[in-house]
């Protein structure tokens, strides 16, 4: 049995409320899906998501990967804007410093072997993906690896051109904050379009 899990990096509660309410005020009259919530589709960066075999032990791995790398109690990342991506796509894009890299590398390493490569959807149509988007997504069946790898907020899905339009619109409907701060590590399920659906395990950044 095929399980569709992420690793992701959880907003601290005030950033949380600030997620949802940016979904809200982008999406205007357009409801955004899936809709972020505090207690269903939390709001997230995923660090790596994909088909893992059933066996995986979500707790143990998360606590291998956050414990591979040397975190602080809250990571601080800076906003570089609410922007598209195709196809239909709403991201508020972030900052992608050494240690998000650092923090994915555990991730791969932790996960490759676990990984159900049999499940890759290889009928996608990746041909609005860039180059190293490709080679991600063949390697690993997720588009953001490695130097691929776009660190992002999901405001969620709409249609293609009132994807854009909202986009081109955001600066007149809402203030993004500058600063995004994380204080969580989650494995979780995926749910509509890759949300974060479920918690199946978390911890601090630090446990120090």
Known sequence: MTRWLGIA??????????????????????????????????????????????????????????????????????????????????????????LLMSLQEAALDALDGHLDRAAFDRTKDTSRFSESERASFARYGYRYTGDAYAPHITLGQAEEQIAQDLVRTAPECTSVPTEWVFDRLSFYVMGEHGAHSETLAERALSLT
Not at 61 to 78: H, M, Y
């Open 9 to 98: 990096l959880l907003p601290d509660a005030d950033h949380l409320r600030s997620a949802i309410r940016l979904q809200k005020e982008t999406g205007g009259e357009h409801q955004l899906r899936p809709p972020l919530t505090a207690d269903g589709n939390l709001p997230h960066v995923t660090v790596f998501q994909g088909p893992f075999i059933d066996a995986i032990d979500p707790e143990a791995e998360l606590d291998k990967i956050g414990g591979s790398v040397p975190l602080p109690s809250k990571v601080r990342l800076t906003a570089t804007g609410i922007v598209y991506q195709p196809t239909g796509w709403i991201f508020l894009a972030l900052e992608r410093p050494p």
